[in-house]
Protein backbone atom coordinates (compact mmCIF):
# COMPACT_ATOMS: atom_id res chain seq x y z
CA UNK A 1 0.00 0.00 0.00
CA UNK A 2 1.31 3.16 -0.83
CA UNK A 3 0.14 6.51 0.17
CA UNK A 4 0.93 10.17 -1.76
CA UNK A 5 0.21 13.90 -0.28
CA UNK A 6 0.40 16.94 -2.49
CA UNK A 7 0.83 19.62 -0.60
CA UNK A 8 2.59 23.46 -2.02
CA UNK A 9 -0.41 24.79 -3.65
CA UNK A 10 -1.70 28.31 -4.04
CA UNK A 11 -2.44 31.34 -5.50
CA UNK A 12 0.33 33.06 -7.61
CA UNK A 13 0.79 35.77 -10.59
CA UNK A 14 1.57 34.93 -14.00
CA UNK A 15 5.53 34.71 -13.78
CA UNK A 16 5.84 33.31 -10.03
CA UNK A 17 7.19 30.37 -9.08
CA UNK A 18 6.30 27.62 -7.02
CA UNK A 19 7.18 24.64 -5.47
CA UNK A 20 4.79 21.57 -5.35
CA UNK A 21 6.01 18.58 -2.85
CA UNK A 22 4.52 14.79 -3.13
CA UNK A 23 5.34 12.92 0.47
CA UNK A 24 5.17 9.26 -0.25
CA UNK A 25 4.59 6.85 3.23
CA UNK A 26 3.93 3.00 2.78
CA UNK A 27 5.41 0.32 1.06
CA UNK A 28 7.48 2.40 -1.87
CA UNK A 29 10.67 1.84 -3.46
CA UNK A 30 13.01 4.28 -5.32
CA UNK A 31 12.76 2.44 -8.66
CA UNK A 32 9.40 3.60 -8.59
CA UNK A 33 8.24 5.79 -11.79
CA UNK A 34 6.78 9.27 -9.93
CA UNK A 35 4.58 11.24 -11.98
CA UNK A 36 2.31 14.53 -12.07
CA UNK A 37 -0.68 15.34 -13.79
CA UNK A 38 -3.19 18.16 -13.93
CA UNK A 39 -6.40 18.56 -14.75
CA UNK A 40 -8.18 22.29 -15.51
CA UNK A 41 -11.79 22.63 -15.04
CA UNK A 42 -13.65 21.22 -17.64
CA UNK A 43 -10.12 19.57 -18.90
CA UNK A 44 -8.68 15.64 -19.36
CA UNK A 45 -6.59 15.29 -16.55
CA UNK A 46 -3.21 15.65 -18.66
CA UNK A 47 0.69 14.47 -18.06
CA UNK A 48 2.74 16.91 -16.78
CA UNK A 49 6.23 15.44 -15.63
CA UNK A 50 7.73 11.97 -14.52
CA UNK A 51 10.57 10.36 -13.72
CA UNK A 52 12.87 7.38 -13.10
CA UNK A 53 15.82 7.69 -10.83
CA UNK A 54 16.53 3.68 -11.76
CA UNK A 55 17.25 4.14 -15.52
CA UNK A 56 17.17 7.71 -15.56
CA UNK A 57 14.43 8.55 -17.48
CA UNK A 58 12.82 11.88 -17.78
CA UNK A 59 9.97 12.53 -19.58
CA UNK A 60 7.90 16.54 -19.39
CA UNK A 61 4.93 17.62 -21.84
CA UNK A 62 6.00 19.85 -24.27
CA UNK A 63 3.94 22.54 -22.49
CA UNK A 64 5.91 22.89 -19.56
CA UNK A 65 9.65 22.12 -21.06
CA UNK A 66 11.85 24.36 -19.78
CA UNK A 67 9.91 25.61 -17.35
CA UNK A 68 9.42 22.85 -14.80
CA UNK A 69 11.91 20.31 -13.07
CA UNK A 70 10.92 17.07 -11.07
CA UNK A 71 13.27 16.16 -8.58
CA UNK A 72 13.14 14.08 -5.05
CA UNK A 73 14.28 14.00 -2.23
CA UNK A 74 15.15 10.19 -0.95
CA UNK A 75 15.58 10.42 2.33
CA UNK A 76 12.14 12.10 2.75
CA UNK A 77 10.35 10.06 0.10
CA UNK A 78 9.09 13.18 -1.05
CA UNK A 79 8.94 13.89 -4.87
CA UNK A 80 9.31 17.99 -6.09
CA UNK A 81 7.43 19.29 -9.13
CA UNK A 82 9.29 22.85 -9.15
CA UNK A 83 7.49 25.15 -11.29
CA UNK A 84 8.79 28.46 -12.58
CA UNK A 85 7.31 31.04 -14.96
CA UNK A 86 4.03 29.79 -14.50
CA UNK A 87 0.81 30.92 -16.66
CA UNK A 88 -2.79 31.45 -15.93
CA UNK A 89 -2.99 28.17 -18.71
CA UNK A 90 -1.07 26.25 -15.35
CA UNK A 91 -3.73 26.61 -13.26
CA UNK A 92 -5.38 23.42 -12.24
CA UNK A 93 -5.69 20.53 -9.82
CA UNK A 94 -1.78 19.12 -9.90
CA UNK A 95 -1.96 15.28 -8.98
CA UNK A 96 1.17 12.92 -7.78
CA UNK A 97 0.68 9.71 -8.88
CA UNK A 98 3.51 6.90 -9.05
CA UNK A 99 3.71 3.49 -10.53
CA UNK A 100 6.16 0.16 -9.85
CA UNK A 101 7.01 0.47 -13.88
CA UNK A 102 10.19 2.05 -14.83
CA UNK A 103 8.51 3.33 -17.92
CA UNK A 104 7.27 7.16 -17.35
CA UNK A 105 4.55 6.60 -19.44
CA UNK A 106 2.13 9.41 -20.07
CA UNK A 107 -1.51 7.50 -19.66
CA UNK A 108 -3.33 7.90 -16.14
CA UNK A 109 -3.83 3.85 -16.15
CA UNK A 110 -0.23 3.37 -16.41
CA UNK A 111 0.07 4.53 -12.67
CA UNK A 112 -1.51 2.64 -9.72
CA UNK A 113 -0.90 4.88 -6.79
CA UNK A 114 -2.52 8.47 -6.45
CA UNK A 115 -2.46 11.62 -4.41
CA UNK A 116 -5.61 13.44 -3.51
CA UNK A 117 -4.43 16.51 -5.68
CA UNK A 118 -3.41 20.58 -4.91
CA UNK A 119 -4.72 23.63 -5.90
CA UNK A 120 -2.55 25.79 -8.36
CA UNK A 121 -4.36 28.98 -9.29
CA UNK A 122 -2.24 31.37 -11.74
CA UNK A 123 -3.89 34.74 -12.37
CA UNK A 124 -3.36 37.69 -15.11
Known sequence: QVQLVESGGGLVQAGDSLRLSCAASGRTFSSYTMAWFRQAPGKEREFVAGKN?????????????????????????????????????????????????????????SYDYWGQGTQVTVSS
Open 53 to 109: WSVGSTVYADSVKGRFTISRDNAKRTTYLQMNSLKPDDTAVYYCAATTSTIVAVRRS
